[in-house]
């Protein structure tokens, strides 16, 4: 990924990883799971079965 960023930006380019990043970005995957994860199981908990079922 870095070489195709510096071949078309055409300036060197270089990441850098801290723990911060690495906090960070373990923060908001653990959002992302809770709001796309949950929320549509809690809505499938409240339907009755065999509307459940009908709606496949």
Do not use: C, K, W
Request: proline share 5%.
């Amino acid at each position: 990924m870095m070489h195709i960023m510096e071949y078309s930006l055409a300036v060197p380019f270089q990441a850098a990883y801290t723990s911060d990043t690495f906090i960070l970005i373990t923060i908001v995957a653990i959002l992302i799971e809770i709001l796309f994860g949950t929320y549509p199981a809690m809505r499938a908990a409240r339907l009755n079965p065999v509307e459940a079922i009908r709606r496949e």
